[in-house]
């Protein structure tokens, strides 16, 4: 058999993704599971883009679409970042594809040569190192601290500046964190880049709108334009209007490197489905209402969630502002055995307990970057997170 490429061998199937696996098998064992992996909100998609679809297939928009987004389309991402983020960009500073995540795919694609360094904060997203070594890069982690809030200080990422770095990315609100930052801690993070020109910022927005406690959402380029030849600007439909499946991300960057991004994109895939960006135009153009009250709901959440958290011995959690994840302390379990036997030496020990014992699936800290930690996503029903809680707390009780 021919050999697999020498560039998958660093590269690892997603924890979160396998994570979640084990709960589809469990479920279709006729276990009753506890999914709390996914980062995916369980609210519908916004019955105005299923419309908007519907429509375009019916009126036979069914052909291939512009590899770079159609003209519609790229107008209301145009008008969506003027509006939310006072950022203008022209059309052709604009481009989509499959997902935020094949945006920063073609990031990478587009501008790594092998040795290039990409500076990532840590606790940061699984994707992120692992997108970086498939274009050839290294992933430089630089570690932010439960005690500053998982956010990191200037000086650190100063300090992880070399004459190889080529990127450094930024995602808020974070996950698996939920952090976000300030406008005086991004205009802090902007003083340090400035003095690197040659590093590009990528900024990754995609949970802009699951904002908490009042809490303003601010992007790089926004609060300091001197850097704005240098940003890529990251979004997409999927988080805030509930539209995972439909697969749309977009950006909005410097054209030298939009240009290079869109080259990439012909090669991997082509533009994306028509019917996906008539949705996509409706819920950028239409009423954004639904936002706070999704926002709402997901704030009651949280506040359930981290207050039945507070109950239990082992455990404790940072208070995020954004997304929809929490990510758990659960140092003091460490060196403990749990009920069913299973020595807990490390957060992965204590996730892949957790499932077998009592059958609630999260994902280990390590994933992240950081241990020792799980995460936690609350973008489900207050009655499984009630279950999952209630199973927690059986689950830690027992580790003796």
Not at 32 to 44: A, C, H, I, K, W
Not at 57 to 64: F, L, N, P, V
Not at 305 to 330: D, K, S, T
Request: proline share 6%; with cysteine.
């Amino acid at each position: 058999m021919p050999d697999i490429a020498d560039r998958l061998k660093n590269v690892a199937v997603s924890a979160s993704v396998a994570m979640t696996q084990k709960a589809r098998d469990l479920t279709a064992r006729g276990v009753d599971v506890v999914g709390l992996s996914t980062g995916e909100p369980d609210f519908p998609t916004p019955e105005h883009a299923i419309e908007a679809a519907y429509a375009a297939a019916r009126a036979g928009d069914t052909r291939y679409p512009p590899t770079d987004g159609t003209p519609a389309l790229r107008a209301a991402i145009q008008r969506k970042f003027l509006r939310d983020n006072e950022l203008h960009y022209e059309i052709n500073q604009i481009l989509t594809a499959g997902g935020a995540k094949q945006i920063i795919f073609n990031a990478m694609m587009a501008t790594l040569n092998p040795g290039d360094e990409v500076v990532i904060p840590t606790p940061s997203w699984i994707s992120y190192a692992d997108i970086v070594k498939f274009a050839g890069g290294t992933p430089v982690p630089v570690a932010c601290r439960e005690e500053n809030g998982f956010k990191p200080l200037p000086a650190d990422v100063d300090a992880a500046i070399t004459t190889k770095t080529k990127w450094l990315l930024l995602n808020y609100p974070s996950n698996p964190t939920g952090s976000v930052a300030t406008r005086d801690e991004l205009l802090a993070l902007g003083e340090v880049m400035l003095r690197h020109p040659q590093v590009w910022v990528l900024t990754d927005d995609i949970y802009e709108h699951l904002l908490y406690d009042d809490v303003t959402f601010w992007t790089l380029a926004q609060v300091e334009p001197r850097l704005r030849e240098r940003v890529l600007t990251v979004n997409g439909v999927s988080k805030a209007y509930s539209m995972t499946g439909w697969r749309l991300g977009f950006c909005g960057g410097p054209l030298p490197l939009i240009t290079a991004m869109s080259n990439v994109n012909t090669q991997n895939s082509g533009g994306v489905t028509t019917l996906t960006q008539a949705a996509a135009v409706a819920v950028l153009d239409g009423p954004q209402d639904l936002l706070t009250a999704r926002a709402a709901i997901y704030r009651e959440r949280r506040d359930y969630v981290l207050a039945r958290l507070a109950e239990i011995p082992g455990l404790h959690c940072h208070r995020p502002q954004g997304a929809f994840y929490l990510f758990v302390n659960m140092a003091a379990l460490i060196g403990k055995t749990s009920a069913g036997g299973r020595a807990i030496h490390s957060d992965t020990d204590f996730v892949l307990a957790l499932i077998e014992e009592q059958h609630v699936v999260t994902v280990q800290g390590a994933a992240y970057g950081m241990s020792p930690y799980f995460r936690l996503s609350y973008a489900t029903s207050m009655e499984r997170l009630q279950t999952g809680c209630d199973r927690i707390a059986a689950f830690c009780a027992g580790c003796q």
